[in-house]
């Protein structure tokens, strides 16, 4: 536990910094580290596919899901209905001529990957981007950033510490033995409570109800999330995605989090927050 702890440690010192200038300065850097995010995650995830016998189209997969990312940055994702039917078309014939087994395996996975990963993901740019929607200033995106980064990293050590010397009942045995309901409750209760901090030293812009929402809706779905991503590795049988990032699995394994809230959160904000 003590080695464990030390490489991740070491990983955030390195990292943590970086994501969080990202963050906090937005346009092409943010979305740049975003790409980088979503592809790794992508194909950690293609990784996974493969274990069961599919055989994605990684290229075309890796084209489209940075297409729809880049739209979401250059037009909040305007250009989807259009990307996505085009992306269809063009998997789908292209299968004809991969010579592959299992077709209809190889078109679910590749397609799926995207839809999840990708479009998903999207929305986290989408709220970076959001103040240039909504009238705020610019860098109020970057504390909306800055306030998700650091409550899943927070609610996740919690939930890990917790989980790991107190944790006695069993959260989701089949999907992933290791994690606990007190690791779960403690990583629920930090995130609501660094949301409600968050919001009266750097996010006066939300209401006490809006910090309030956001740590549910990150302590809740954000978690299931993490389950979700847990059962795709489960059913590969592995433990995690990759060993890209010592002490955390693979990059999948440590940004799981974004992909089920970041829609959530988004249209909270855009439809009831700023609405």
């Not at 995010?37 to 016998?53: A, H, N, P, Q, T």
């Not at 004809?96 to 190889?106: F, H, M, T």
């Not at 709220?127 to 610019?138: A, K």
């Not at 996010?203 to 991503?229: H, K, N, R, W």
Request: aromatic residues 16%; hydrophobic residues 55%; proline residues 3%.
């Amino acid at each position: 536990m003590l080695l464990q702890l030390r490489r991740r440690i070491v990983v955030a010192i390195i990292g943590g910094p970086i994501v969080l200038l990202c963050a906090y300065f937005g346009s092409w850097p943010f979305v740049v580290l975003i790409s980088f995010i979503l592809l790794f995650s992508l194909k950690e995830f293609y990784d996974l596919c493969e274990r069961k016998g599919s055989a994605p189209n990684r290229v075309l997969g890796y084209l489209f899901a940075l297409f729809i990312l880049w739209d979401f940055y250059a037009s909040n994702g305007n250009n989807l209905t259009i990307i996505l039917p085009v992306f269809i078309i063009i998997v789908s014939i292209a299968e004809l001529w991969r010579n592959k087994e299992s077709a209809i395996y190889n078109l679910s996975t590749t397609l799926w990957g995207v839809g999840y990963l990708a479009i998903l993901l999207s929305f986290f740019v989408a709220i970076r981007q959001l103040p240039l929607v909504v009238g705020l200033s610019y860098s109020d995106g970057g504390y909306l950033v800055l306030l998700f980064i650091l409550v899943f990293w927070f609610g996740d050590t919690m939930a890990y510490f917790v989980g790991s010397t107190i944790g006695k009942h069993k959260l989701a045995i089949r999907i992933s033995p290791n994690k606990t309901i007190e690791g779960a409750v403690a990583g629920f209760l930090s995130m609501i409570l660094l949301s409600i901090v968050a919001q009266a030293l750097f996010l006066q812009f939300l209401s006490l109800i809006d910090a309030l929402v956001i740590g549910v809706i990150c302590g809740t779905v954000g978690q299931m999330s993490d389950l979700v991503e847990s059962l795709f590795k489960r059913d590969a049988g592995v433990k995690d995605t990759s060993k890209i990032l010592a002490g955390h699995g693979g990059v999948f394994d440590r940004f799981d989090v974004l992909f089920l809230i970041s829609p959530l959160i988004y249209f909270y904000l855009r439809y009831f927050a700023f609405g």
